[in-house]
């Protein structure tokens, strides 16, 4: 099995940057599709964005589409999210998980592995 380790978080103003990375061990990236989750406090885990096994694939919430980009470097074992003009709203803790399927499912009960998460705060 995978093991998946989540960093690149911290307390951000909107508009700015961050780039999360997911380092996974035990087992290749290229072995699965890979998706970020994230959840925030009183509310449920929901995807943010995924990559496909078979061709990289990527697939985004409305949410976030034009400002996160997925992204796997399968030499690093290593998967990331970029994350551009980011907002109140994006405030969350974010996870990273593996899918046995390879298909990028947005639905979180699809992904077997999961990292612990790392915390993102957007406030001025």
């Known amino acids: 099995q995978v093991q998946l380790i989540e960093s690149g978080g911290g307390l951000v103003q909107p508009g700015d940057s961050l780039r999360l990375s997911c380092a996974a061990s035990?087992?290749?990236?290229?072995?699965?599709?890979m998706g970020w989750f994230r959840q925030a406090p009183g509310k449920e885990r929901e995807f943010v964005a995924s990559?496909?096994?078979?061709?990289?694939?990527?697939y985004y919430a409305e949410s976030v589409k034009g400002r996160f980009t997925i992204s796997r470097d399968n030499a690093k074992n290593t998967v990331y999210l970029q994350m551009n003009s980011l907002k109140p709203e994006d405030t969350a803790v974010y996870f990273c998980?593996?899918?046995?399927?390879?298909?990028?499912?947005?639905?979180?009960?699809?992904?077997?592995?999961w990292g612990q998460g790392t915390q993102v705060t957007v406030s001025s």
């Open positions: 035990g087992r290749t990236i290229s072995s699965y599709a």
């Open positions: 998980a593996a899918e046995t399927n390879g298909l990028g499912s947005p639905r979180a009960e699809m992904y077997a592995y």
């Open positions: 990559i496909r096994r078979s061709d990289g694939r990527t």
